[in-house]
C-alpha cells in the first residue's frame, strides 16, 4: 500500500443492486492498495497520520488487506470507521505455465469453455478474430476500438464505469505504452470489436482495470472467451508474476483466480452526528439491497432480473 496521502473526490454511493439511487462527491485523502505481491501482508487499520485540510470530511484507505473480518462500524478516539465492502481480491499466479494454470478448472469446465470459443468462430465464419495491443501505435487503434464497444457496454450506460472518454487518461495510456507498461485485449466479430479488455502494469502485475462487451452479444458469451484468449497469450509472455483482479467480487474472478486476499476499502470520519447520519443510511441499502438479491436469488429471478436490467440499459 501506498504511504502518501492524496486528496481525491470520491463517488459515495447509494446502491439498489445495478441501481444508483443516489450519490454524494466526498473530498477525501485517500490512499490505495494497487498491487498484489508475496509481500502483502495484512495489518491492523491504521490511525490517519495526517490532518485533514480545509474542505476534506475524511478519509478513505482501498482494498486494505485484513487480516480478519472487520466490523461495519467502529469508534476509535475521535473517529469512525466505516467499512462497508470486504471482499477477497482474486488474482491469478502467472509463475506457471498455461497448460498448468488451466488444469485447476474441471474437465467440464475446460470443455465448455472451449465449446464456446468453437461455437463463437462457426458464428464468425470459422475465423476467430482476436488481438492484443501494447505499442502505442497499438493502443492508440485498441482505444478507438475498445471505446465502440464501451459506448454500448453496461459497464458503462448503467455502472458508470466503462472505458474512460476523457484526454487525461489518453495521455496517460499512450505514456504507460511508451514504456511497456499496459496491455489492450479485443474480440471481433469479423470487424466488429464486441468486448475489450485494458490492463496497465504495474511492478510486473496486470491490473484488471477495465472490461467492457457489447450486451447485444451476450449469448455468445464473448467476456468469457476474451478471457481465455487473453489469459493464453499473458502466460506465454512470461513477463508478469500476477494478474491482479484488484477491487470487488464476481463469480468469473473466482473461477479464474488461483488465489485471494481479504481486503476492505475503510472509510475514516471525524466524529459527528452528520456521519452518522450518512453511513447509517448508506449501510441501509447496502443490507436492504443484500437481503433483496437473496429473496430474488431464492426464487431463481436474480439472474433473470440482471439481464433485463442490463440489456435494458445498454440499448
Not at 474472478?253 to 447520519?277: D, E, H
Amino acid at each position: 500500500m501506498e504511504d502518501k496521502w492524496v486528496t481525491s473526490q470520491v463517488p459515495f454511493k447509494y446502491m439498489l443492486s445495478d441501481f444508483v439511487l443516489l450519490a454524494y462527491n466526498l473530498t477525501l485523502k485517500v490512499q490505495v492498495f494497487k498491487v498484489i505481491s508475496e509481500f502483502n501482508s495484512a495489518k491492523p487499520i491504521p490511525k490517519p497520520n495526517i490532518k485533514l485540510s480545509e474542505g476534506e470530511q475524511g478519509y478513505l484507505i482501498r482494498s486494505i488487506p485484513l487480516a480478519s473480518p472487520q466490523p461495519v462500524f467502529n469508534v476509535k478516539e475521535q473517529y469512525i470507521y466505516y467499512v462497508p465492502q470486504q471482499f477477497n481480491r482474486c488474482y491469478i499466479d502467472l509463475q506457471q505455465t498455461f497448460d498448468e494454470y488451466i488444469s485447476k478448472f474441471s474437465s467440464k469446465t475446460r470443455s465448455t469453455i472451449r465449446r464456446k470459443i468453437k461455437k463463437f468462430s462457426a458464428k464468425c465464419d470459422g475465423n476467430l478474430h482476436w488481438r492484443s495491443y501494447r505499442s502505442v501505435s497499438e493502443i492508440k487503434e485498441f482505444y478507438r476500438e475498445a471505446r465502440k464497444v464501451s459506448s454500448k457496454s453496461y459497464q458503462e450506460t448503467l455502472l458508470d464505469s466503462g472505458l474512460p472518454n476523457d484526454s487525461k487518461f489518453i495521455q496517460l495510456m499512450e505514456s504507460l505504452s511508451e514504456k511497456d507498461q499496459v496491455r489492450g485485449y479485443l474480440l471481433f466479430d469479423n470487424d466488429c470489436p464486441v468486448a475489450y479488455m485494458y490492463c496497465p502494469i504495474e511492478d510486473n502485475v496486470l491490473l484488471y482495470q477495465f472490461l467492457g462487451y457489447d450486451y447485444e452479444y451476450n449469448k455468445w458469451s464473448v467476456g468469457t472467451i476474451l478471457h481465455w484468449l487473453a489469459f493464453e497469450d499473458i502466460f506465454n509472455e512470461k513477463k508478469f508474476k500476477y494478474f491482479d483482479f484488484t477491487e470487488g467480487q464476481s463469480e468469473h474472478k473466482r473461477l479464474y483466480s488461483t488465489g485471494s486476499i481479504l481486503c476492505g476499502n475503510v472509510y475514516i470520519f471525524p466524529k459527528n452526528i452528520g456521519v452518522w447520519m450518512l453511513i447509517y443510511s448508506h449501510h441501509g441499502i447496502n443490507v436492504l439491497s443484500e437481503r433483496l438479491g437473496l429473496l430474488f436469488e431464492r426464487f431463481g429471478l436474480k439472474a433473470k432480473l440482471k439481464k433485463i436490467i442490463r440489456f435494458s440499459s445498454s440499448k
